[in-house]
């Protein structure tokens, strides 16, 4: 499977391209977290070619994530799409002549998953359960609140 992974320069010289249309299985990912998974194929299409002395990559990623909901905990499946990514490196850095993408693909996909997530939709249905463990936010002090210790509040200051 690394195989795929693979871009040989000399094969895009003179104007050609490689073409790229792949599902890949969630493997590659290399993710093993109680708080992440991933369950559904890769979806990668796009192209590569060379652009004088640069390899550019260009791409539309698809895939899912299941992620714990903030509120309850259960796992919620999040879409992860990324549109027109753009990747360049210059020939010159690719000492073999091969360059393998494995590991740009997987940061590109890790970079897009969401910090928090909320199942259905962003209602919870426990969120009203869970309310009266919440402090509102009206009942949260501000910076305007004459409450709390202020250490420099006695200096006195004259520009």
Request: glycine letters at 4%; charged letters at 30%; proline letters at 8%.
């Amino acid at each position: 499977m690394d195989d795929f992974f693979k871009i040989y320069i000399e094969q895009l010289r003179e104007g050609h391209e490689e073409k790229i249309h792949e599902q890949l299985g969630p493997d590659f990912l290399d993710i093993h977290e109680p708080d992440l998974t991933f369950d559904k194929p890769v979806e990668l299409e796009g192209v590569a070619y060379l652009a004088e002395h640069e390899l550019v990559l260009h791409w539309d990623i698809r895939t899912e994530a299941l992620v714990p909901c903030s509120i309850c905990n259960e796992p919620v499946r999040v879409p992860i799409h990324v549109q027109n990514f753009y990747y360049s490196v210059p020939d010159s850095e690719i000492k073999t002549g091969i360059y393998n993408f494995k590991d740009l693909l997987r940061e590109t996909i890790l970079l897009e998953i969401p910090a928090f997530a909320e199942c259905d939709g962003g209602n919870c249905p426990k969120r009203e359960e869970y309310r009266k463990y919440l402090k509102e936010s009206s009942n949260l002090p501000s910076s305007d609140d004459e409450e709390g210790y202020h250490p420099f509040a006695d200096l006195d200051w004259k520009p």
